[in-house]
């Protein structure tokens, strides 16, 4: 006896968004929705995200270690990391990232996806406010 394949849920959408280097320079404070919560007994299932990086081409981010741009189930928990490291974010040329879903135990019922930066300290430079970062999450909602 075979075992039937599951079949991919209908619904399977995207929601993309860019963000302003002032806004990734405030993601700790201040996460950006990129999937609003979809209302009680609700879950976003992310299925891939990717990012797109642009440098404007006047001066770069500044960022320790530990500061990343992610997408995160409402500052609870990292789902994709868009930015992954403080060489990347500092980087002073164009790149596109994929982050694959990589969730741990946890209960995400009617929450939000965002863009964050889970370390305390905001990414700097970037004077010009001239880079910006295109994330784009493919996702389906499950009751």
């Given at each position: 006896?075979?075992?039937?394949?599951?079949?991919?849920?209908?619904?399977?959408t995207s929601a993309t968004i860019t963000l302003?280097?002032?806004?990734?320079?405030?993601?700790?404070?201040?996460?950006?929705?990129?999937?609003?919560?979809?209302?009680?007994?609700?879950?976003?299932?992310?299925?891939?995200?990717?990012?797109?990086?642009?440098?404007?081409?006047?001066?770069?981010?500044?960022?320790?270690?530990?500061?990343?741009?992610?997408?995160?189930?409402?500052?609870?928990?990292?789902?994709?990391?868009?930015?992954?490291?403080?060489?990347?974010?500092?980087?002073?040329?164009?790149?596109?990232?994929?982050?694959?879903?990589?969730?741990?135990?946890?209960?995400?019922r009617n929450q939000p996806i965002v863009a964050?930066?889970?370390n305390a300290t905001e990414i700097s430079g970037?004077?010009?406010?001239?880079?910006?970062?295109?994330?784009?999450?493919?996702?389906?909602?499950?009751?």
């Amino acid at each position: 006896v075979w075992a039937s394949p599951a079949v991919a849920p209908l619904g399977l959408t995207s929601a993309t968004i860019t963000l302003t280097s002032a806004q990734i320079k405030a993601l700790h404070a201040t996460p950006i929705t990129i999937i609003p919560a979809q209302g009680v007994g609700t879950m976003i299932i992310t299925v891939g995200i990717t990012g797109q990086y642009t440098y404007g081409g006047s001066n770069v981010f500044v960022a320790a270690a530990g500061q990343f741009v992610s997408a995160s189930y409402n500052t609870l928990q990292g789902i994709g990391t868009m930015l992954p490291n403080s060489a990347l974010i500092a980087a002073a040329s164009q790149d596109g990232i994929v982050g694959m879903p990589n969730i741990s135990t946890l209960s995400v019922r009617n929450q939000p996806i965002v863009a964050y930066n889970s370390n305390a300290t905001e990414i700097s430079g970037n004077a010009a406010n001239d880079n910006t970062l295109k994330i784009t999450v493919l996702y389906y909602v499950v009751t």
